[in-house]
C-alpha cells in the first residue's frame, strides 16, 4: 500500500466507524473492497492488518451495539471474508474469535440489522470469500456458527432475489467444496459416506422436494440445476441416482409443480458430460417430462433436447413432435392439405394441443409466439432434425399470417376460434413473419412460394398492418427476394420474382407518404437494400424509373423527422450510385435537377439532427471509394469541402466518418490499400522519394494533415484514436522518404510543432494553412504517436480511479452530504 493511503486510511476508518457521520455511498464503497482485493491477491492479508490497525479496529467495532449503516455493516462482512481467505490471516482473526462473532449470532446476524437485505448480502459475501480457506467447513461446523448452513437455507426464500440467488449458490459451493476432497480417489462414494455438511445439504435438497409448497421445490430444484451445470466430478452421479426418483415424483402432481425450474434442471443435467453418458435413466426422465407438462411448459424442454450434441433418436423425434403440436393444431383447424397436416401430425396428441389453444386468446397467443421463436431459433443449427419439414412449416406460417389479417377462411368452429383469438394481433404477426424470413433458407414448391410473396404483398399493402408489422414484412420480403433463383445463363430477375417487384412498387410510394415516420423509415430501409442488391438489374431499374420512388425518396431529405432524413440520405446515395436518379425540371430549378452532391452538402452543414449529418457523411466516404462521378470531376475539391464542414461538426462520429473518408483519400492518392492495422509497417516497395512527393502534395491542398492534426487532440477519444491511426499509417508509408537536406530543421517544422503544442493545450484558434509535403514528414517524425496511441488507450479517469483520490474523495464528503446525500461518482 502507497505511504499517502496508509495516511488517508486511518480517518476514513473512523469515519465508517462512527454512526454520526455521513456514510459513503456504494459505489465508493465497492471500489474500496476492489482495492483491497488487489491488495490482498498480491501480497499478504496478515501484513495489511499488522501494517494498518486501523482495519482491524473497523471490524471490532462492528460488534458494538450501536446504530452502525447497513452499507458499513455489509463491507465490514465482506472484507473480513476476504482478509480471512488467507490461512495465516484467518488464523490471526480466530485467536480474537473475531469471526466466528462475525459470522455468527454475535454479529449482525442476531440483531436489527439483519432486516436490511444488503446486510444479509454481505454476510453472505463474506462467506463466499472465506470459502476460499482450507479450514472453512470446520469453521461452518463450530461453535457459534453451526447454524449458518440453516441460515443459508432460509435465506433461499429471501424477499430479496439478490440474497436469495446469492445464498443458492452459496450452498452450491459448499456442496461442492465438502465432497471434492472426500470424493478424490473414491469416485463409487456413496451419499451415506460422505461429509457431514454435504450430507446436510441434501437432505435439505430431498426434504425441499417433498414439500408441498412450490417456493421451496423451486428452491431444490435451482440449488440442483447449478450444481450439474458447474460440477461435473463423479460424485454428481451418484447424486442424481439419489435424488432422480424424487424429481420423478414431481412429474405424477397435477399441475407440475414449479415446471420452468425442472425444466432447467433436466437440460442441465442433460449438458453434463458426466451424467449424459451414464445409464442413470435420464433419456427417461426426459421422455416421462415431455408427455407430462402442457405445450406450454413442454416447449423449452423440446428445444433443449434437440440442441444437444447427442441424444437418442427416440427422444429427439418425441420432442420435435412437442414442439410442433400448436402448427399441427393450426393447419388441424383451418382444414389444410393432407399431406402438409401427416408430415407435421407425428404424435397424434393434436386434439390435446386444440383443447389447450383455444381456451383463451392469451393463451393461444402465448403459446404460437414462443413456438414460433423456438423453431426460428432451431432452424439454422446443424443438428436441426433431419429431414427438415419445410413446406408444411411454411404453410402453418403463412397460414398463421392469414388468421391474423382476417383473411383465411376457417372451416371448423375450432378455426374460428382461431381466427377470433388472433385477427389483428401483431405480436402473432410479428413471430410469425421472423419465421417466415428464417425459413426463406430453405426451398419449398413453387406453389407455397407463391403463397408466401402473396401474404407478404397483404400485410404490406394492408392500411391495418401496423409500423412495427410492416418493418417485419419488409425484412421478410428482402430475404426472400434474395432467396429467389436466378434464371440459368441470366443475370437478371427470374420471372416471378419480377411480377412480384412490379405488384410491390406501387405500394412503395403509398408507404414512403405515410403519415407515420416510422413506416417511412422502414421503406426507405427497404429500398436502399433492394437497390444495393439488385440496383444493376435491368428488371428491377426498369420497373423502378417507371415508379413515383425516387422522386419521392428526393422529397424525403426534407422530412420533419431526422431519422426519415437519414434514411432518405442513404437511399439517395444509392440511387444516384447506380444512375437511378431521375427528378423532372422544375420551376425552382429550371435547368434540370439540382446537384445531389450540394443537397448533402447543404444537410451536412446545416441540418440540426445529427443522424442525417452521419449519413451524409457515410455517402460521401462510398462515393469516394466507388468514384461516383460527381466526386470523380473534382475530387480535390470535394474532400476539401466534406473536411472543412467535418472539421466544425459538433457531432463526434460525423468527425470520425471524417476521418475515414480522409483515409480512403489518402489510400488512393498514395495508391496503396491499408492493411488490417491501419498503422502496419509496408513492406519497403515505396515509390522514389520525388513522386512520394508530388502524392503528398494533394494532401497538402485539402488540409487533409491540417483536418487530422486537429482531430489528434479532440475532446472525443475515439476521434483522436482514430486520427492517431491515420497519421500512423500515413507515416508508415512515408518511412523511406528522404527530403532535401534539412528538411527535418526548416522554420517551418518549428513553427507547426509549436502550433500542435497550443492546440494540445486547448487553444485551436489558429489554423496551420497549407503545408509542404517535408514538412508534413519531419513534424509526423518527430510526433511520439506511439506514446500518444497509448495514452488514449488508457481509461479516461485513470487519474480519479487511483486508491489516493478515492480516499480523498470518501473523506471529503464528510460533513458536506448532510441529507442530500450524493453519488461522488
Given at each position: 500500500m502507497d505511504p499517502e493511503c496508509s495516511q488517508l486510511l486511518p480517518a476514513l476508518c473512523s469515519v465508517l466507524a462512527d454512526p454520526r457521520q455521513p456514510v459513503a455511498d456504494d459505489t465508493c464503497l465497492e471500489k474500496l473492497l476492489d482495492?483491497?482485493?488487489?491488495?490482498?491477491?498480491?501480497?499478504?492479508?496478515?501484513?495489511?492488518?499488522?501494517?494498518?490497525?486501523?482495519?482491524?479496529?473497523?471490524?471490532?467495532?462492528?460488534?458494538?451495539?450501536?446504530?452502525?449503516?447497513?452499507?458499513?455493516?455489509?463491507?465490514?462482512?465482506?472484507?473480513?471474508?476476504?482478509?480471512?481467505?488467507?490461512?495465516?490471516?484467518?488464523?490471526?482473526?480466530?485467536?480474537?474469535?473475531?469471526?466466528?462473532?462475525?459470522?455468527?449470532?454475535?454479529?449482525?446476524?442476531?440483531?436489527?440489522?439483519?432486516?436490511?437485505?444488503?446486510?444479509?448480502?454481505?454476510?453472505?459475501?463474506?462467506?463466499?470469500?472465506?470459502?476460499?480457506?482450507?479450514?472453512f467447513l470446520l469453521f461452518l461446523s463450530l461453535s457459534p456458527t453451526p447454524g449458518a448452513v440453516d441460515t443459508i437455507f432460509s435465506l433461499q426464500g429471501d424477499s430479496s432475489l439478490f440474497v436469495a440467488s446469492a445464498a443458492g449458490q452459496l450452498l452450491v459451493h459448499i456442496l461442492g467444496l465438502s465432497l471434492q476432497g472426500a470424493a478424490e480417489g473414491h469416485p463409487g462414494l456413496q451419499t451415506g459416506d460422505w461429509p457431514v455438511c454435504a450430507q446436510k445439504i441434501v437432505s435439505h435438497i430431498e426434504e425441499s422436494l417433498r414439500s408441498a409448497a412450490t417456493p421451496q421445490i423451486t428452491q431444490a430444484l435451482n440449488v440442483l440445476t447449478t450444481t450439474f451445470g458447474h460440477c461435473h466430478d463423479p460424485w454428481t452421479q451418484v447424486l442424481w441416482v439419489r435424488l432422480s426418483p424424487l424429481v420423478a415424483c414431481l412429474l405424477e402432481k397435477d399441475p407440475v409443480p414449479a415446471a420452468h425450474s425442472l425444466v432447467d434442471l433436466l437440460l442441465s443435467v442433460a449438458r453434463s458430460p458426466v451424467l449424459s453418458s451414464s445409464s442413470c435413466g435420464l433419456w427417461e426422465t426426459l421422455a416421462q417430462t415431455l408427455s407430462h407438462l402442457s405445450p406450454t411448459q413442454a416447449g423449452p424442454l423440446a428445444l433443449g433436447i434437440l440442441k444437444l450434441q447427442e441424444c437418442p433418436q427416440a427422444l429427439r423425434a418425441q420432442a420435435f413432435a412437442v414442439l410442433l403440436q400448436p402448427l399441427t393444431c393450426v393447419l388441424e383447424a383451418t382444414a389444410q392439405a393432407p399431406g402438409l397436416l401427416d408430415s407435421l401430425d407425428g404424435t397424434g396428441g393434436a386434439s390435446v394441443t386444440v383443447d389447450t389453444l383455444l381456451p383463451s386468446k392469451a393463451a393461444c397467443v402465448g403459446l404460437l409466439c414462443r413456438t414460433l421463436a423456438h423453431l426460428e431459433l432451431l432452424q439454422p443449427l446443424p443438428q436441426r432434425p433431419s429431414p427438415w419439414p419445410q413446406a408444411p412449416l411454411l404453410g402453418a406460417t403463412v397460414t398463421i399470417l392469414r388468421l391474423c389479417s382476417g383473411s383465411a377462411t376457417p372451416t371448423s368452429d375450432a378455426g374460428g376460434h382461431l381466427c377470433a383469438f388472433l385477427v389483428g394481433c401483431v405480436r402473432v404477426q410479428r413471430a410469425a413473419l421472423d419465421f417466415l424470413g428464417t425459413l426463406s433458407q430453405g426451398t419449398g414448391p413453387r406453389e407455397l412460394v407463391t403463397q408466401v410473396f402473396a401474404v407478404l404483398l397483404e400485410y404490406l399493402t394492408s392500411p391495418d398492418s401496423s409500423p412495427t408489422v410492416l418493418k417485419k414484412a419488409f425484412q421478410a420480403t428482402f430475404r426472400w427476394l434474395q432467396s429467389s433463383p436466378e434464371t440459368p445463363g441470366c443475370s437478371d430477375l427470374d420471372p416471378h420474382t419480377q411480377l412480384f417487384l412490379r405488384e410491390l412498387l406501387p405500394v412503395l410510394p403509398k408507404r414512403l407518404c405515410s403519415p407515420c415516420w416510422e413506416v417511412r423509415d422502414s421503406g426507405l430501409e427497404f429500398l436502399t437494400q433492394m437497390i444495393g442488391h439488385w440496383g444493376g438489374q435491368a428488371g428491377f431499374r426498369h420497373a423502378l424509373l417507371a415508379s413515383e420512388v425516387p422522386e419521392l425518396t428526393e422529397q424525403l431529405l426534407r422530412d420533419p423527422e431526422s431519422y426519415v432524413r437519414a434514411s432518405a440520405v442513404a437511399a439517395m446515395g444509392q440511387l444516384s450510385s447506380q444512375g437511378l436518379r431521375v427528378t423532372p425540371a422544375s420551376p425552382e430549378h429550371p435547368g434540370g435537377q439540382q446537384s445531389l452532391l450540394a443537397e448533402l452538402l447543404h444537410i451536412l452543414s446545416t441540418d440540426s439532427e445529427g443522424f442525417p449529418r452521419r449519413a451524409v457523411m457515410h455517402v460521401f466516404t462510398q462515393w469516394l471509394r466507388d468514384g461516383h462521378a460527381d466526386v470523380a470531376g473534382d475530387t480535390e475539391r470535394f474532400?476539401?469541402?466534406?473536411?472543412?464542414?467535418?472539421?466544425?461538426?459538433?457531432?463526434?462520429?460525423?468527425?470520425?466518418?471524417?476521418?475515414?473518408?480522409?483515409?480512403?483519400?489518402?489510400e488512393q492518392t498514395l495508391g496503396r490499400p491499408s492493411s488490417h492495422c491501419p498503422y502496419a509497417v509496408t513492406p519497403p516497395v515505396a515509390a522514389p522519394p520525388s513522386p512520394l512527393a508530388q502524392a503528398l502534395r494533394p494532401l497538402c491542398r485539402v488540409q487533409l494533415f491540417e483536418f487530422a492534426f486537429r482531430a489528434l487532440f479532440d475532446c472525443d477519444r475515439p476521434v483522436a484514436q482514430k486520427s492517431c491511426d491515420l497519421l500512423l499509417f500515413l507515416r508508415a508509408q512515408t518511412a523511406s522518404y528522404s527530403g532535401p537536406q534539412g528538411s527535418g530543421s526548416v522554420p517551418e517544422v518549428a513553427s507547426v510543432e509549436a502550433a500542435l503544442q497550443r492546440w494540445q493545450a486547448g487553444d485551436q484558434g489558429q489554423p496551420l494553412g497549407y503545408l509542404e509535403p517535408e514538412v508534413v514528414v519531419a513534424v509526423l517524425r518527430s510526433m511520439d504517436l506511439e506514446g500518444l496511441r497509448g495514452v488514449l488507450a488508457e481509461s479516461s479517469d485513470r487519474v480519479e480511479k487511483s486508491p489516493q483520490s478515492l480516499l480523498q474523495d470518501m473523506l471529503a464528503t464528510v460533513g458536506a452530504l448532510g441529507e442530500d446525500e450524493a453519488d461522488c461518482y
Open positions: 482495492w483491497f482485493k488487489t491488495i490482498t491477491e498480491a501480497g499478504s492479508s496478515l501484513l495489511l492488518l499488522q501494517e494498518n490497525p486501523c482495519l482491524l479496529g473497523l471490524l471490532c467495532h462492528v460488534l458494538k451495539p450501536q446504530d452502525l449503516s447497513p452499507r458499513v455493516l455489509a463491507f465490514s462482512l465482506r472484507l473480513a471474508g476476504m482478509l480471512a481467505a488467507q490461512e495465516d490471516c484467518f488464523q490471526y482473526l480466530q485467536q480474537g474469535e473475531l469471526l466466528p462473532r462475525l459470522f455468527g449470532e454475535a454479529g449482525p446476524l442476531g440483531g436489527a440489522a439483519w432486516t436490511a437485505p444488503s446486510v444479509r448480502s454481505g454476510w453472505i459475501q463474506g462467506l463466499r470469500s472465506l470459502a476460499a480457506e482450507p479450514r474532400v476539401a469541402r466534406v473536411l472543412q464542414v467535418a472539421s466544425q461538426d459538433l457531432d463526434w462520429e460525423v468527425r470520425a466518418q471524417g476521418l475515414e473518408l480522409a483515409l480512403v483519400f489518402l
